[in-house]
């Protein structure tokens, strides 16, 4: 995993996620690191385009999941 080093934040930034991660029972890099995946997260139009280009690259399903099932309940 990576590192980063953020340099430069005002005191009061600092104190406030510091008070943040006290109310949250948490260290001040377990917090900072939460903040950060959360804002790392991807959009939703760059999720919906990632859905469309693996629709693109599986093609069409064709498969009727009918007979799995029976087979299955009857395997049971």
Known sequence: MGQILVR???DGVIE????RAIKA?????QS??????????PSRD?????????RE???PVTLDATDLIREDRDNR
């Open 8 to 10: 430069n934040l005002e």
């Open 16 to 19: 406030r996620l510091k008070a």
């Open 25 to 29: 029972d948490k260290s001040l890099e």
């Open 32 to 41: 900072v690191r939460d903040i950060l995946v959360a804002a790392a997260k």
């Open 46 to 54: 760059e999720v919906l385009a990632e859905m469309d280009r693996l």
């Open 57 to 59: 690259e599986i093609g």
